[in-house]
């Protein structure tokens, strides 16, 4: 059995092959304040990882459960930061979905992993929630697929991109209330996998949940199909 010792130098070991590898991929400067990084230092300076308004722990993310708590039950959540419509956590959105940077999507998706995610955790694949193809068009990527690639990663828990096709370009659900969210998303989504979900844990993952509409969408559809939606993950929660 693996003691804990073990697991957390196991972990600080896979960080520092992480860390490695990103000081040779990336560029040097900090991707929230183009500042220079440090020595020890990736994507992210450690004056503007500071102020990111991060969760302490898985802990502390799976509290807010209740508030997802509606059709579906989910067993946890993991989210990297508390999401407010001001300041660096908004920053760090917005450069990750409107300005390129998915490999923050993917760097962030790495830190949950080996931060948040206990060994063996309970689901064996993990989904994002995909775009409409107009809009994967325009933007060129989904963030949430960095962001899941990122948790594959430092996880070792497959993913795919391909499982979930969303089949309705529905409105933005930003300024609707939570009902109105909902009826917004009903119908969106279609599994197009269902061989590669049938009695799977899975784990579902997009960049931002508030009211866990998209999400519970996401999830209703793959349970229909036969899988189990165990968990979701974010790389921010909206907080009430
Ligand atoms: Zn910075």
């Given at each position: 059995m693996l003691t804990s010792k073990y697991i957390l130098?196991?972990?600080y070991f896979k960080t520092f092959m992480i860390k490695d590898l990103f000081s040779l991929m990336y560029?040097?400067?900090?991707?929230?304040?183009?500042?220079?990084?440090?020595?020890?230092?990736?994507m992210i300076c450690t004056r503007c990882d500071f102020r990111l308004p991060k969760f302490r722990n898985c802990d502390e993310s799976n509290s807010f459960l209740p508030l997802l708590s509606g059709a579906h039950l989910y067993s946890f959540l993991y989210a990297f930061i508390k999401y407010y419509k001001k300041g660096i956590g908004q920053k760090l959105l917005q450069k990750i979905k409107y300005d390129n940077k998915p490999d923050l999507a993917f760097f962030i998706g790495n830190r949950l992993g080996l931060e948040f995610i206990p060994p063996n955790p309970g689901f064996e694949?993990?989904?994002?929630?995909?775009?409409?193809?107009?809009?994967?068009?325009?933007?060129?990527?989904?963030?949430?697929d960095f962001f899941a690639k990122g948790i594959s990663d430092s996880t070792g828990i497959k993913w795919s991109p391909d499982v979930i096709c969303r089949i309705k370009n529905n409105p933005s659900q930003t300024n609707k209330s939570r009902m109105e969210r909902i009826k917004n998303v009903e119908g969106i989504f279609n599994v197009e996998k269902i061989d590669l979900i049938i009695s799977k844990k899975i784990l579902v993952v997009d960049d931002v949940i508030t009211t866990g509409a998209t999400l519970l969408a996401c999830s209703e559809v793959l349970e229909e199909a036969g899988a189990h939606v165990v968990g979701v993950a974010s790389i921010a929660l909206a907080k009430g």
């Open positions: 130098f196991n972990q560029p040097h400067t900090c991707a929230l304040c183009n500042a220079g990084l440090a020595r020890g230092e990736y694949m993990i989904l994002p929630v995909p775009l409409h193809k107009k809009k994967l068009k325009k933007r060129g990527y989904n963030q949430a």
